[in-house]
T-cell receptor
Framework: GENVEQHPSTLSVQEGDSAVIKCTYSDSASNYFPWYKQELGKRPQLIIDIRSNVGEKKDQRIAVTLNKTAKHFSLHITETQPEDSAVYFCAASKLYTGNQFYFGTGTSLTVIP | NAGVTQTPKFRVLKTGQSMTLLCAQDMNHEYMYWYRQDPGMGLRLIHYSVGEGTTAKGEVPDGYNVSRLKKQNFLLGLESAAPSQTSVYFC?????????????FGPGTRLTVL
């Protein structure tokens, strides 16, 4: 099965700085990579996703990059704000198979005002 | 459109008791999932279903059973609860033919087994 590793487990940045979270996956057949944000006591919510036919996707201050050859993908948050503080999870899956989503163990991001 | 809902929100059980967690979705999704979330462990898949009447084991299925009698509902059962099953349980659904495989999560059920 798929194995997703996520680093770092905790990350603290000053407000306005950038934050980068990295994930690696093991199954070359995985082709869908979502990122979820989970605030304390809340459900995980999708913030951005990328499919294997593209290398980068941006949505305002958030971007995700994918390197299929190296089997890793990263979340980039620019101009961080205190409300970005949360736990972020990456995941890997195969589109349209209803197959399992494999999650990383999460990164706790703290943005210091 | 309520999305994904879970019942109950909180529950305390004694060791050996049984209970059923209910997940419901109104998005006509084919696929439904049950996860447990423990500190430092991320989300681990317990069981999942790719359609009405079908279920399959995930990463950590032992001690749990599931049923998908109706497309919109996915039930998770604990026959004899153990303290190791203390966790937060999330249900999710996916597969909207218009939008791909994005998973939508329910609000979670916090279960404590004493």
């Amino acid at each position: 099965g798929e194995n997703v590793e996520q680093h770092p487990s905790t990350l603290s940045v000053q407000e306005g700085d950038s934050a980068v979270i990295k994930c690696t996956y093991s199954d070359s057949a995985s082709n869908y990579f979502p990122w979820y944000k989970q605030e304390l006591g809340k459900r995980p919510q999708l913030i951005i996703d990328i499919r294997s036919n593209v290398g980068e996707k941006k949505d305002q201050r958030i971007a995700v990059t994918l390197n299929k050859t190296a089997k890793h993908f990263s979340l980039h948050i620019t101009e961080t704000q205190p409300e970005d503080s949360a736990v972020y999870f990456c995941a890997a899956s195969k589109l349209y198979t209803g197959n399992q989503f494999y999650f990383g163990t999460g990164t706790s991001l703290t943005v210091i005002p | 459109n309520a999305g994904v809902t879970q019942t109950p929100k909180f529950r305390v059980l004694k060791t050996g008791q049984s209970m059923t967690l209910l997940c419901a979705q109104d998005m006509n999704h084919e696929y439904m999932y049950w996860y447990r979330q423990d500190p430092g462990m991320g989300l681990r898949l317990i069981h999942y279903s790719v359609g009405e009447g079908t279920t399959a084991k995930g990463e950590v299925p032992d001690g749990y059973n599931v049923s998908r009698l109706k497309k919109q509902n996915f039930l998770l059962g604990l026959e004899s609860a153990a303290p190791s099953q203390t966790s937060v349980y999330f249900c999710a659904s996916s597969y909207d033919p218009r939008g791909g495989d994005t998973q939508y999560f329910g609000p979670g059920t916090r279960l404590t087994v004493l």
